[in-house]
DNA sequence: ACCAGCTACCTTGCAATGAAAGGTACTGTT
DNA sequence: AACAGTACCTTTCATTGCAAGGTAGCTGGT
């Protein structure tokens, strides 16, 4: 899997997925994600915070006994509608782009 | 449909699937895909302009009876194989984000 | 004490791409 | 001539993922 493109917005909704599951800081959700999905921490880290400052994560410190502190990130209210949003818009647009795709556009709808 | 961020890398195979079902013009490929993707004449012509010059497709020119020459675009054999190797990847990245999204990176996989 | 390697956080600068806004030009109707 | 519709194109901007780099703590080996 090459293509960056296809990744763009899809992380965020996979972040608010996992994070909405159980708490998890950074580099957690960074191992988590790239079994699936190629992913680094400098693209991680920028949206955790963007996320955060949209109100949709909060956040808080805990020791580790294997390193510096770590930063979770907890699901808000908020963030949880937005997952849910987020989630219905990518199920809508996997099928709009498989009526493009596998029938050509061509297939009666609305 | 407001995220535009899923779109990005997307409406390129649209584009290449759609062409190569049939010779078309720019004009006309926007309305076809927007029936279903919302999208923009200043998306669609930047992007044929760059698949050709990547050699994707070829082009013709046709008079029109109702306005300017049409500029028709032809899927070319490497297009062909572009479009294809695509069309996997998007499967395959589908199939990861739905793995992510409602298994939660917890399903064990390969 | 020192160093390597891992954990864990963060930032800056870059590339790709979709959109908004605007422009050009032809045809047919009024 | 004026207008609506078709059809093309460009410039400028925002968003977002990535590479690269930086800071700092802990562990184990020498």
Known sequence: M???QFKKGV????VLVLVGQQDLYGYELVNNISKYIEISEGTIYPLLRRLTKEGYFTTYLAE???GPPRKYYRLTEG???YRDDLMREWD???GRVNS??????RHEQG
């Open 2 to 4: 090459e293509n960056i």
């Open 11 to 14: 992380l965020e909704l996979c």
């Open 64 to 66: 580790s006994h294997e």
């Open 79 to 81: 963030g949880q509608r």
């Open 92 to 94: 809508v647009f996997v």
């Open 100 to 105: 493009v795709i596998f029938q050509g556009g």
